[in-house]
């Protein structure tokens, strides 16, 4: 007998939560920040208003249906299994830090505070649950991710944008290559190489291409091409600044040797689930095979 289907929600602590847990009650946080020139009324509507959306959402799911929760700090630590279908509630930010961990499940977004989001992932409002999971062929859009692979068989997946760079302040030094750009590699010293998809064009990888002059056409979020940028690259006798900008196919990628003593590649802004990258490692960055089935 096959098992009914799991669904899973994922939210995160709000910031509400966050102040009383630290200062122990909610007169002692509300103190704090007056004393800041903030009134806590604003974080505590939006807990309440997260709070809210969760019960509505708990309450849809089918009572002939098994249903867990999970947090965002906890997601490297949670097995999805196959038969999960995955309920986001919160921002457009957590359905990308969920997708790394998925292979295939559908993900539903619940807008948990309509009008601070953009809603480019979280589509839906906690109304719309009980008709969405319930639905025999609810529609899904098929958005490409993005992956790096480490020579060590490390590997990192996201939905957003790939960052490979140092983890602080300091300059990162590697060699670039393309695997369609014949045998060129350029021994570069940059703030970092940022690879990005469809869905991470509405975020950090826009700010990069504004600045660049939007001389790229960037990637529709089911497209299977990826964007990539070079940040602030030196030129000097060592070091040059050519390949800085360019874009990947399903079957071209990105190679980058490293040429610093550690170098991590993160993605969707996770850098506490890193890959950790020593002098000499190679890593390749190209398009996922994998794609996060997001419920329209």
């Keep these: 007998m096959s098992l009914a289907p799991r669904v899973v929600l994922v939210h995160r602590t709000t910031e509400y939560a966050e102040l009383v847990a630290h200062h122990g009650t909610h007169g002692q946080a509300a103190y704090f920040l007056s004393s800041r020139g903030r009134d806590i009324e604003e974080l505590a509507e939006r807990h309440r208003r997260t709070r809210q959306a969760l019960a509505e959402v708990t309450s849809a799911i089918p009572l002939t249906w098994r249903q867990t929760r999970v947090e965002r700090a906890d997601l490297d630590r949670f097995l999805f299994g196959p038969e999960d279908v995955v309920v986001v509630v919160g921002q457009d930010g957590l359905v990308a830090n969920v997708a790394k961990y998925l292979s295939g499940q559908p993900v539903l977004g619940i807008d948990s505070d309509p009008g601070r989001n953009p809603g480019v992932l979280v589509r839906h409002r906690p109304q719309d649950a009980a008709r969405l999971l319930?639905?025999?062929?609810?529609?899904?859009?098929?958005?490409?991710?993005?992956?790096?692979?480490?020579?060590?068989?490390?590997?990192?997946?996201?939905?957003?944008?790939?960052?490979?760079?140092?983890?602080?302040?300091?300059?990162?030094?590697?060699?670039?290559?393309l695997d369609d750009h014949g045998a060129v590699v350029e021994a570069q010293a940059s703030s970092g190489v940022l690879v990005g998809t469809g869905t991470g064009a509405t975020g950090w990888l826009r700010s990069v291409w504004q600045q660049r002059g939007a001389e790229l056409r960037l990637p529709g979020p089911a497209e299977q091409r990826l964007v990539w940028f070079v940040r602030e690259a030196w030129p000097s006798p060592a070091t040059g600044t050519s390949l800085t900008a360019g874009d990947l196919s399903p079957t071209t990628r990105l190679h980058l040797t490293v040429e610093s003593e550690r170098l991590i590649a993160f993605g969707d802004g996770m850098e506490s689930d890193a890959l950790e990258l020593t002098w000499g490692q190679r890593v390749s960055v190209g398009v996922c095979g994998e794609r996060l089935r997001l419920v329209g």
Excluded at 148 to 158: K, P
Excluded at 160 to 173: D, K, S
């Design 134 to 177: 319930t639905s025999a062929t609810p529609s899904a859009d098929e958005l490409t991710m993005v992956e790096a692979v480490a020579d060590d068989t490390q590997r990192l997946v996201a939905l957003n944008e790939i960052y490979l760079g140092a983890a602080g302040h300091q300059t990162a030094r590697y060699r670039l290559g």
